[in-house]
């Protein structure tokens, strides 16, 4: 439920401060889109824990937790040191493949989350308007990879919307 709500707050200030105002405000105002995803990737990362975090270790659990907090830390600092796209980039690589996925695959193989299939989906389906933004993949300068992957990027995030919702009510029956 966080993830959403950061990361709907982060894309709206995204569209209209980074996109839509961006001849007349400063391109620092980017800024508030990539913390605000940077906030939602690491409240997914923490929901995704959460939900197998029965079975795991306390141990396991408090390292799991440390590394997020430790890559949200150094993640946001970099942004702002940095002011590089490519720091949201890698965190958002290293966020969702590198920690939501697997959690996700855990809790799809072993504790047979409904839902967590979907979000795999949605994951792996992520690889698409990345690609599309990296290698600036372009029909024509009106609808250029920026467009595309936005417009992509939308369809991520109503499966992850349809995936979070059946781990959600899962989890909400089962309890």
């Avoid at 980074?18 to 997914?44: E, N, P, R, V």
């Avoid at 599309?132 to 372009?138: F, R």
Wanted: aromatic share 14%.
């Amino acid at each position: 439920m966080y993830y959403f709500l950061v990361f709907a707050i982060g894309m709206t200030s995204a569209a209209w401060l980074g996109h839509g105002f961006q001849a007349y405000i400063s391109d620092k105002f980017k800024m508030i889109g990539w913390i605000c995803g940077a906030t939602g990737i690491m409240f997914l990362q923490m929901g995704s824990l959460q939900s197998i975090k029965s079975i795991l270790t306390r141990n396991v659990t408090f390292l799991l937790i440390t590394v997020f907090v430790i890559q949200y830390v150094v993640a946001v600092s970099c942004m702002i040191g940095f002011f590089n796209f490519k720091v949201v980039q890698l965190n958002s690589v290293i966020g969702l493949w590198g920690f939501v996925l697997p959690l996700q695959l855990f809790a799809h193989l072993k504790c047979k989350k409904e839902g967590a299939n979907m979000v795999i989906l949605a994951l792996l389906y992520s690889v698409i308007p990345g690609l599309i933004y990296s290698n600036q993949i372009s029909i024509s300068k009106w609808f250029n990879y920026h467009d595309i992957s936005h417009v992509l990027m939308a369809g991520f995030m109503t499966l992850m919307f349809v995936g979070l919702r059946k781990l959600i009510l899962s989890e909400t029956m089962n309890n």
